[in-house]
């Protein structure tokens, strides 16, 4: 299995917990070595609310310390702190500054970041994609990190860096190819790979 570049690198027990767990639940690990300090990844598929207990054990056994959105006012006392701790970035949706805007904000502001989005937005089929993630990482000119579990070969892991070109459609055919061969745990429930076509 190819080594991984690990950013952020949470404590070894963790690592070595995580991937105990993963090896008695009949979980294996495939990773890429990754020379970026800033990106983000995409989990895909959602379709259940295993993937995201699976997808953290996936991710701290590979040595990824991950950072996620929520709304500012999960952040405040007393358990904000914590939420802070465990990776989370407050975004004020009350502000004029849109949620892009913010997250591409905090992007440039560190030297390292790595942002964790499922680009599905709900374990329930849906029409596409919501496209979030796309002009973040546009935004902040960072790379996307394809992560996913594969519930067919029982593999989670990440993929090489896909670098964003601006054409969106072609961007997209590049996340379909991708995805092509991954199967999330209910597949009557995967997302087509798709976006909504902005109004000229």
């Known amino acids: 299995m190819p080594r991984s570049t690990i950013i952020g690198s949470r404590f070894n027990l963790t690592r070595i917990f995580s991937r105990i767990v993963l090896f008695f639940m009949g979980w294996r690990i495939r990773s890429v070595s990754l020379n970026q300090s800033k990106y983000v990844m ?13 997808g953290y054990l996936v991710m701290t056994a590979i040595g990824l310390k991950l950072s996620w959105v929520g709304k500012h006012a999960l952040f405040r006392k007393p358990y904000g702190w914590f939420l802070g701790w465990i990776g989370g970035i407050p975004v004020n949706r009350e502000l004029t500054t849109n949620f892009v805007d913010q997250v591409v904000k905090k992007f440039n502001s560190v030297d390292q970041l ?25 935004g902040a000119q960072v790379p996307v990190i394809p992560g996913y579990l594969d519930y067919s070969k029982k593999v989670g892991g990440i993929g090489k860096p896909i670098h964003l070109t601006g054409d969106i459609e072609a961007d997209f055919k590049k996340f379909q190819e991708f995805y092509s061969r991954i199967t999330g745990k209910y597949p009557e429930k995967m997302t087509e790979i798709a976006f909504r076509k902005r109004q000229a």
């Open 42 to 54: 995409i989990g895909v598929y959602h379709t259940s609310n295993w993937d995201f207990f699976i």
């Open 114 to 138: 790595i942002v964790a989005m499922a680009p599905e937005g709900t374990r329930k089929k849906a029409e596409r994609w919501r496209t979030g993630f796309y002009y973040i990482a546009k």
